[in-house]
């Protein structure tokens, strides 16, 4: 029998440090991988490449568009998936008509600004939204997510929010999953907020919510004990 595996998927514009709490304080009972979406453009393909690079079973978390490619993994190789961590993310497609253009025009400003005035810049005004207002004064915690975000190109950028606009309705996949699966957000989280992961848990049938207080977006990074804590429970129930 093959030893346990989980697979923690970054969001957009994320890498491996965003889930560094979690790979430290879970390893002990899997082994972790990270993957690196690099420059596809697409949600389905990123969940093909996770796949081609996994072990023929393992468990997955992913965080924002993170849990939108582990929506797609699950739908391409459901069999292969013993559990799933979905972390401030959501599954319905974009919106037609204004509110899916509004988003659109919203997402290629920023790129236009990383483009501009480089990366830092612009996540130093797309992190206003991200974490807890009171967070912001956290120069630790701030720091990290720019040096993330720094990290990666406006090419990446670019091809990563291609892959969300384009982003396939996830709604469907719901009640296929059987598996024990963590539906977790903070409790302020703006950009992904608290009624969807209602709504998500409620349309899974092993589906259970865990809301964490005083917490924005970036929840393993924000609540980094308490996510640890949450996916520890999940994973010694799968």
């Not at 497609?93 to 600004?113: S, V």
């Not at 720019?146 to 996830?170: G, H, N, S, W």
Request: proline share 6%.
């Amino acid at each position: 029998m093959s030893s346990p595996h989980l697979i923690l998927v970054p969001g957009i514009m994320c890498d491996a440090a965003v889930w560094e709490h979690q790979a430290r304080h879970l390893r002990d009972l899997a082994g972790i991988s990270i993957p690196d979406h690099g420059s596809l453009d697409s949600l389905p393909a990123m969940g093909e490449a996770i796949l081609k690079r996994a072990p023929e079973r393992f468990a997955l978390a992913g965080h924002s568009m993170g849990g939108r490619v582990a929506f797609e993994v699950f739908r391409q190789a459901p069999e292969r998936v013993s559990g799933l961590a979905l972390l401030d993310t959501a599954f319905a497609p974009r919106p037609t008509g204004l509110e899916g253009e509004g988003e659109a025009a919203q997402r290629y400003r920023l790129l236009e600004k990383a483009r501009k005035e480089g990366m830092r810049t612009m996540g130093a005004e797309w992190v206003q939204r991200m974490v807890h207002p009171d967070r912001l004064s956290d120069t630790e915690l701030i720091n990290a997510i720019l040096e993330m975000i720094a990290r990666k190109t406006p090419d990446i950028f670019a091809a990563q929010i291609k892959a969300l606009l384009d982003r396939p309705d996830a709604t469907t996949v719901l009640p296929q999953i059987q598996s024990p699966t963590l539906v977790l957000c903070g409790r302020e989280d703006a950009w992904s907020v608290l009624a969807g992961h209602e709504k998500m848990a409620s349309l899974i049938p092993n589906g259970q919510l865990v809301i964490i207080e005083h917490c924005g977006h970036m929840s393993t990074m924000e609540r980094p004990v308490e996510v640890s804590a949450a996916m520890r429970d999940w994973f010694t129930s799968l």
